[in-house]
């Protein structure tokens, strides 16, 4: 099992940024790839970026591309996602997953799931 604790989340102004974390605990969190997931109120859960458990190459939604970066501290078992340039469509909460193996987009390939801070960004 995998635990994932996600904190770092707000309410800030448009054209702000905010950085998200989620620490995990359990298994050799070095052995998974690493994703930031959000959904808006009425809306699917979304991708919006991975990391591999390497940290190379990471993956991102168009719609964040440029504006959020994703990292990882092994040592911390600690997935980031840095935001920046932050819209109100940005609003949602923000969840952490976890996987074995290679990146992916969709959301059903991720095991385990934090329960999620909410991001509000105001115009």
């Known amino acids: 099992q995998v635990q994932l604790v996600e904190s770092g989340g707000g309410l800030v102004q448009a054209g702000g940024s905010l950085r998200l974390s989620c620490a995990a605990s359990g298994r050799t969190f070095s052995n998974f790839a690493m994703a930031w997931f959000r959904q808006a109120l009425g809306k699917e859960r979304e991708f919006v970026a991975a990391?591999?458990?390497?940290?190379?190459?990471?993956i991102y939604a168009d719609s964040v591309k440029g504006r959020f970066t994703i990292s990882r501290d092994n040592a911390k078992n600690t997935v980031y996602l840095q935001m920046n340039s932050l819209e109100p469509e940005d609003t949602a909460v923000y969840f952490c997953a976890a996987k074995f193996g290679p990146l992916m987009y969709s959301r059903t390939y991720y095991n385990y799931w934090g329960q999620g801070t909410q991001v509000t960004v105001s115009s």
């Open positions: 990391i591999s458990w390497a940290g190379g190459s990471p």
